[in-house]
């Protein structure tokens, strides 16, 4: 009779929980925030998102984006750990290279990125570096044989880290030139010639800007990932470049961020429900028809890795072997 109920008890409490996640929503605007600046690929797809992701929720509350770009990503990921309400009406989209920053001991930090509450990712995606043709730097060789201006927002991002690790590990000549509030100034620099390369997702490159690869207005350097993209065979890895198998460690935990993609979190310590109906309705969003549409148009893989399987790439890269983490942040230098 108890055990009878004990269930009765369940039932009504997991439909209480449902119900007040029902009026809670309703009615509401969920916020994204977006640790990138306006126009590139993580605001893109979290535009799309904000677009399909309310239907799955009760109440079918709006969704808006908002860009927090700044510190390299990490001034909105600090806001979404110490500022932001933890009730549900903020999420955010935040660089995949947060992890490793903190596990560098990275300036700025003021969160844990081990107790996000982890919603899951688009997908993985590989890094390239490259470089405005105008300036005459065709080949990943040229960087090391002649100084190369590299547009960067701050050392946190994943788009200075790279090329911050080929100048302090393999003698590369990067001049990294910080302070762009977002990548989509580094590409206005670009084509000013402020600057003559840069670092980002080559989903990104191919979605935002498909005349430069048509018009051959950029040359693909180099590229950071697991694997080798199918399109790039014979762009070389930033793991090819180690002239040893100490430098291949280092450079394989520099390379980490890649299999995190395009992340999403909720603050620590939001209520256990609405961070599941939170889940719940971003996978099914990555699994929408009419999403998939809309960002294959943009050219954007979806490649969705789940809560858990979020939460276990952070959680390697946090804890990565101390020994290999305290020798890449003796090659990075200070990550300010």
């Known amino acids: 009779m108890r055990c009878t109920f004990l269930a009765i008890g369940l039932v009504l409490v997991s439909a209480s929980a449902l119900e007040a996640s029902d009026d809670f929503f309703k009615g509401k605007t969920i916020t994204i925030i977006n640790s990138t600046g306006n126009g590139g690929s993580y605001f893109n797809l979290a535009q799309s998102i904000s677009r399909y992701m309310p239907k799955y ?3 079918a509350p709006g969704m808006v ?3 927090m770009p700044g510190a390299g990503n990490v001034l909105a ?11 549900g ?8 290279s947060i992890p490793l920053h903190q596990a560098l001991n990275g300036r700025g930090v003021q969160y844990d990125a081990t107790k996000f509450n982890w919603l899951g990712s688009t997908g993985t995606y590989n890094s390239v570096a490259y470089a405005w043709s105008a300036s005459g730097v065709t080949k990943i060789q040229d960087v090391f044989e002649r100084e190369v201006l590299l547009g960067g927002t701050g050392a946190g991002s994943s788009i200075v880290i790279y090329p911050a690790a080929m100048n302090n590990l393999l003698g590369a000549k990067f001049k990294i030139v910080l302070g762009y509030k977002s990548t989509s100034e580094i590409d206005i620099a670009m084509e000013r010639g402020e ?3 840069r670092t980002g997702s080559f989903t990104g490159l191919r979605s935002e800007h498909p005349e430069w690869l048509r018009d051959r207005k950029v040359n693909i350097l180099l590229q950071i ?8 065979p014979n762009v070389p890895m930033l793991t090819d470049l180690a002239r040893n198998a100490q430098e291949r460690q280092i450079l394989e935990v520099v390379s980490s961020p890649i299999a995190l993609g395009r992340p999403y979190l909720a603050p620590p310590g939001i209520p256990a429900d609405r961070l599941a109906l939170l889940r719940s309705a971003f996978s099914k969003t990555m699994q929408d028809e009419a999403f998939l549409s809309e960002v294959k148009k943009m050219d954007h893989e979806i490649d969705p890795l789940s809560a858990d399987e979020t939460a276990r790439v952070v959680n390697s890269a946090i ?3 101390r020994a290999i983490l305290d020798k890449a942040m003796a090659i990075l230098g200070p990550m300010e």
Request: net charge neutral.
């Open 89 to 96: 009406t903020h999420i955010a989209t935040i660089n995949n």
């Open 225 to 232: 990932g697991g694997k080798p993209d199918p399109d790039l």
């Open 65 to 67: 984006v908002k860009s």
């Open 77 to 87: 990921t600090n806001f979404m750990y110490n500022t932001a309400p933890r009730d």
């Open 319 to 321: 804890n990565a072997p």
């Open 195 to 197: 600057v003559q390369a």
């Open 57 to 59: 929720i009760p109440g």
